[in-house]
T-cell receptor, first 111, second 117 residues
Framework: GDSVTQMEGPVTLSEEAFLTINCTYT??????LFWYVQYPGEGLQLLLK?????DKGSNKGFEATYRKETTSFHLEKGSVQVSDSAVYFC??????????FGPGTRLSVLP | GAGVSQSPSNKVTEKGKDVELRCDPI?????LYWYRQRLGQGLEFLIY????????KSGLPSDRFSAERTGESVSTLTIQRTQQEDSAVYLC???????????????FGPGTRLTVL
């Protein structure tokens, strides 16, 4: 079945450091790919998404590019802030029906 | 308009009791999902409703778990004879349907934190 693999956390960075959170997937068909973020004490929010190969999703300084050849959707940000501390979930959806989430990666940004 | 709402926000119950969790999806969203999130872990799919189609119950962990949805409105998740391992945050999400890539995004509620003593 479909699956999503994310890098193990927690990830701890200093403010203004470069962030990469790796995500790879296994899926039949041509899934849409998502990054969701869960801030402390809050529900999941969509951060960005991409629906076809080579699409780049971006939001709040975060970016991820849909790489079909490597089945990856790595999340990047050039300069993280303390307020980016959260849990990040990579997810896929095939035809908008079933959604599969990765286990989440906890990011802590220190001032 | 309003987002997905869930109630109660917190529920503490004793082992063996039944609990009902409620989800109000975004108006007009035909698809509704329930997930479980144990402490420090990822999302575990439970059940999926799509319009008037038969729900996808493949994620329900046991027959103590059931869910209902009337039409395209409120859904309730019921856990009977609760066990301590049922303690988790239960998340509901809804999704619009139709054509177009905007329909494949889920919108999550804040969750219900269930604690079974």
């Amino acid at each position: 079945g479909d699956s999503v693999t994310q890098m193990e956390g927690p990830v701890t960075l200093s403010e203004e450091a470069f962030l990469t959170i790796n995500c790879t997937y296994t899926a039949t068909g041509y899934p849409s790919l998502f990054w969701y973020v869960q801030y402390p004490g809050e529900g999941l929010q969509l951060l960005l998404k991409a629906t076809k190969a080579d699409d780049k999703g971006s939001n709040k300084g975060f970016e991820a590019t849909y790489r079909k050849e490597t089945t990856s959707f790595h999340l990047e940000k050039g300069s993280v802030q303390v307020s980016d501390s959260a849990v990040y979930f990579c997810a896929l959806s095939n035809y908008g029906q079933n959604f599969v989430f990765g286990p989440g990666t906890r990011l802590s940004v220190l001032p | 308009g309003a987002g997905v709402s869930q109630s109660p926000s917190n529920k503490v119950t004793e082992k063996g009791k039944d609990v009902e969790l409620r989800c109000d999806p975004i108006s007009g969203h035909t698809a509704l999902y329930w997930y479980r999130q144990r402490l420090g872990q990822g999302l575990e799919f439970l059940i999926y409703f799509q319009g008037n189609s038969a729900p996808d119950k493949s994620g329900l962990p046991s027959d103590r778990f059931s869910a209902e949805r009337t039409g395209e409105s409120v859904s309730t998740l019921t856990i009977q004879r609760t066990q301590q391992e049922d303690s988790a945050v239960y998340l509901c999400a809804s999704r619009p349907t139709g054509t177009g890539s905007w329909t494949d995004t889920q919108y999550f509620g804040p969750g219900t934190r269930l604690t079974v003593l």
